[in-house]
C-alpha cells in the first residue's frame, strides 16, 4: 500500500492511502507530496472493529460455557443415571437413578418383570416409593410370597452414596412396615398350617405384633409359658365376632383383629395368641429349626429389647424383614439388602451382621 | 522536584536545554498545583492541532530523555526513533484521560511502548547492508546501482504534487475543514469506507451535483444518500471526509485523483 504525504507536523504527518483514507502516522522525516511505503500508523484510540468482535465472541464464549455448565450440571442431578438398584425377586426391575434419589427408568430383563412396568411407571417418584409399591404389585401378583427372601443389588458411580443408600434402605424398610395394612387386604392368601409333623416341629413361635408385644411387654408380672411341644396348627380363635364367624383355618385375619390383638394376660392365654398358633410354610424356612422352650423365654426378652426389630403378624412375613447391609468397600457393590428370613432370626441371626 | 525553569544534570543522560517551564509529577500521592496546568494543556491539544505542535515543542527535553532512555545514547534529529517517540507523545495526548493519572508517565509509557514496537519491527531488517552505508573507496553503495529513476522527474512530480495538495488545503479551509479533521473524520472500517466511496462514485457520475457542491460549499448528503442507495446516517458521520475527496474529485487534482482512482473506479487498492 503507497501514502501520499498530505500534511506534515513535526511530530507526525497525515497521510492519504490508496483507499483515500486519511491517516496519522510518524513523520519520518516526510515531506509533503512524497509518496511512502510502510509508515508507523497511529493507533485508533476508539475500539475498533476487531475488538469489538473479539469481546463480543469472548463474551459469547462465556456464555456458552455458563450455559453449557449450568446445563450439564442440571443434567447430571436430574437426567443422568447415578446409581442402579436392582430388587432381586421373580421380577427382577433394576431402577436407574438419578443423584437426587428419583427414579429415572425402571428396567427388567424378565417377563413378568416387563409384564409389571407395563402398567406402572416410577418415573419421577423416590426410590423408596417406588421399591415399596412394587413390592405391593409383585405381592398382589403372587411373586412374592410369605417368607421370601428380597435381596437389593445397589451399585453407584460415587462410593459416598452407598453409606446414604444404606441408610435410604432402612427406610425402605420402615415404608414396608407402612404398607402392611394395606397389604392384609389386597393379600388374602392365607397360610395353611403345616400338615407333617416335621413342618410343625420345623415352625418356630413367631413373635407377637407390635401392640400386643407391648402390653405383654407392659404386664412384667405375668410372664408367657414357655410350651412345651411346639404349639398345634390350628384355627386362630380370634375374639372378635368377626373371627368366629369364620369357620375355616386358613382364612385371612381380619384387620379388627389385626389392629387389636388379643392380650395376653395369663400363660395359657398367651398360648392362645393366634401368632403363636401359627407356622411358617417349610419351604419358606428351610433352615429352620424347632424352638428350644429354654430360648423361649429369652427371645421375649431379646425382642423388647430390640428396637429396631419389626415385629409382625405371623402371616406378614416380609414386614418381618430385616435389612442387612455389608460396608461398602467398591463403587459397584452388590448386596443382598432385604432379607425376610426365619422369624427366630430376628433375634438371632445365623448370618453375621455386617453393619 | 523537577521545575525544569533551569539546565537540569540527569545522571547518565545528556542535559537537554529546557526552554520553557514545565513540571513533571512525581509520585507518592503529592500532586503539584502545576499537574493541572499540563491536564489542561493536553486537553486543549486534543482539539487544537496548533496547541499539540506547542505541548509537544515544549516537552521535547522529555521525548528526548525518553528516548535517550531507550537508546542508551543521546538522540540526534535524524533518528527515526526521535520522531517515532514524538509521534508516541502525539498520541499519548489524544489518547490520555483524567483517569489515566499523571501525564507525564502516562507519555513515558507510550513512548517507550512504541520505541518496543519499532525496534521488533525494525529487527527483521538486521543483516542487511544499507544503501547509504560507504565502501571502501568511500563510496556509497547506492552510487555504484543503476538506478531507473529519474530524481528530476521525481522533483517535479513531488512539487506538483505538493501544489496540488497546497492548493487543495487552501480549498478545505473555504469549507472549514482541515487535513486533521479529515484523518480523524476519515472511515477505519471497510463496510463503511465503501459506502463513502459509492456515494462518491455517485458524485463523480454527475457532475451537476459537483457543481452545486463547489458552488453552495455544502455536501449534499440528502441527494448522495438517495442517488447511491446509501443511509444518510453513514454519510453525515463522514461528512468532513466526503468533502476532501469530493474536491479531489473535481478538476486540478489529477495526481492526488490519479493517486485514488483505482479505488474509485471500483477496484482493489493493492
Not at chain 1, 157 to 160: A, F, I, K, L, N
Not at chain 1, 229 to 235: A, D, H, R
Not at chain 2, 96 to 102: D, H, I, T, V
Given at each position: 500500500m503507497k501514502y501520499m504525504v498530505m500534511e506534515c507536523h513535526q511530530a507526525y504527518a497525515v497521510l492519504m492511502d490508496e483507499d483515500s483514507r486519511f491517516i496519522h502516522a510518524a513523520n519520518l522525516h516526510y515531506k509533503v507530496g512524497q509518496v511512502v511505503t510502510d509508515p508507523v500508523i497511529m493507533e485508533s484510540t476508539a475500539p475498533s472493529s476487531r475488538n469489538i468482535r473479539m469481546i463480543v465472541t469472548a463474551a459469547a464464549a462465556a456464555c456458552l460455557v455458563l450455559f453449557a455448565g449450568t446445563g450439564y450440571r442440571y443434567y447430571a442431578n436430574n437426567f443422568k443415571t447415578h446409581s442402579t438398584i436392582v430388587i432381586s425377586t421373580e421380577a427382577n426391575i433394576t431402577m436407574e437413578l438419578n443423584s437426587k434419589g428419583q427414579v429415572l427408568s425402571l428396567k427388567s430383563d424378565t417377563e413378568s418383570g416387563r409384564e409389571i412396568l407395563k402398567s406402572y411407571s416410577g418415573k419421577g417418584k423416590d426410590k423408596t416409593t417406588v421399591a415399596n409399591e412394587l413390592i405391593e404389585i409383585e405381592k398382589s401378583k403372587g411373586m412374592i410370597t410369605e417368607g421370601d427372601k428380597v435381596e437389593f443389588y445397589v451399585s453407584s458411580?460415587?462410593?459416598?452414596s452407598i453409606d446414604s443408600l444404606k441408610k435410604e434402605m432402612d427406610n425402605i424398610k420402615a415404608k414396608l412396615e407402612v404398607t402392611e395394612g394395606k397389604h392384609e387386604e389386597k393379600v388374602p392368601e392365607p397360610i395353611k398350617p403345616a400338615e407333617t409333623p416335621h413342618e410343625q416341629e420345623a415352625a418356630p413361635p413367631v413373635p407377637a405384633a407390635p401392640k400386643a408385644e407391648e402390653k405383654i411387654a407392659e404386664s412384667p408380672k405375668v410372664e408367657p409359658a414357655v410350651p412345651a411341644?411346639?404349639?398345634?396348627?390350628?384355627?386362630p380363635k380370634a375374639e372378635g365376632p368377626a373371627e368366629k364367624a369364620e369357620a375355616t383355618p386358613p382364612a385371612p385375619e381380619p384387620p379388627a383383629a389385626a389392629e387389636n390383638p388379643p392380650v395376653a394376660e395369663t400363660p395359657a392365654e398367651a398360648e392362645k395368641l393366634p401368632h403363636e398358633r401359627h407356622e411358617a410354610p417349610a419351604h419358606e424356612v428351610p433352615h429352620a429349626e424347632p424352638p428350644k422352650p429354654n430360648e423361649n423365654k429369652n427371645e421375649n426378652k431379646n425382642e423388647n429389647k430390640n428396637e429396631n426389630h419389626v415385629i409382625h403378624k405371623p402371616h406378614e412375613r416380609l414386614a418381618d424383614t430385616e435389612i442387612r447391609l455389608p460396608e461398602a468397600n467398591s463403587n459397584d457393590v452388590h448386596l443382598p439388602k432385604l432379607i425376610v428370613p426365619d422369624p427366630e432370626m430376628n433375634n438371632e441371626s445365623p448370618l453375621p451382621d455386617l453393619y | 522536584m523537577w521545575t525544569g525553569s533551569e539546565k537540569k544534570f540527569f545522571s547518565g543522560y545528556p542535559v537537554f536545554e529546557i526552554s520553557r517551564p514545565y513540571t513533571i509529577i512525581t509520585g507518592g500521592g503529592r500532586m503539584d498545583p502545576n499537574a493541572h496546568q499540563i491536564i489542561s494543556q493536553v486537553y486543549a491539544a486534543k482539539k487544537d492541532s496548533r496547541a499539540a505542535d506547542r505541548l509537544i515543542e515544549d516537552y521535547m527535553p522529555f521525548i528526548k530523555s525518553e528516548t535517550a532512555k531507550f537508546l542508551k545514547r543521546s538522540p540526534v534529529q535524524s533518528d527515526d526513533e526521535l520522531s517515532i517517540a514524538m509521534f508516541a507523545f502525539y498520541e499519548a495526548i489524544r489518547s490520555?484521560?483524567?483517569?489515566?493519572?499523571?501525564f507525564l508517565k502516562f507519555a513515558a509509557l507510550q513512548i517507550r511502548n512504541r520505541l518496543i514496537d519499532n525496534y521488533r519491527r525494525e529487527k527483521r531488517n538486521f543483516g542487511h547492508v544499507s544503501l547509504d552505508a560507504e565502501d571502501d573507496d568511500n563510496n556509497e553503495l547506492m552510487d555504484t546501482i543503476m538506478d531507473d529513476h529519474n530524481d528530476y522527474e521525481e522533483k517535479e512530480l513531488r512539487e506538483a504534487t505538493k501544489q496540488e495538495i497546497e492548493e487543495l488545503s487552501a480549498q478545505m479551509e473555504d469549507f472549514g475543514v482541515s487535513m486533521n479533521d479529515v484523518a480523524d473524520n476519515s472511515p477505519r472500517q471497510r463496510r463503511t469506507l465503501e459506502v463513502c466511496q459509492k456515494a462518491i462514485s455517485y458524485a463523480r457520475n454527475n457532475p451537476d451535483i459537483l457543481e452545486d457542491f463547489l458552488r453552495t460549499k455544502r455536501v449534499p448528503i440528502a441527494c448522495l444518500a438517495e442517488g447511491a442507495d446509501v443511509e444518510r446516517k453513514s454519510l453525515e458521520r463522514h461528512r468532513r471526509y466526503l468533502v476532501a475527496v469530493l474536491l479531489i474529485c473535481t478538476n486540478g487534482y489529477e495526481i492526488m485523483r490519479g493517486h485514488i482512482m483505482q479505488v474509485l473506479k471500483g477496484g482493489e487498492a493493492t
Open positions: 458411580s460415587d462410593p459416598d411341644e411346639p404349639p398345634v396348627p390350628e384355627p | 490520555y484521560s483524567r483517569l489515566k493519572g499523571s
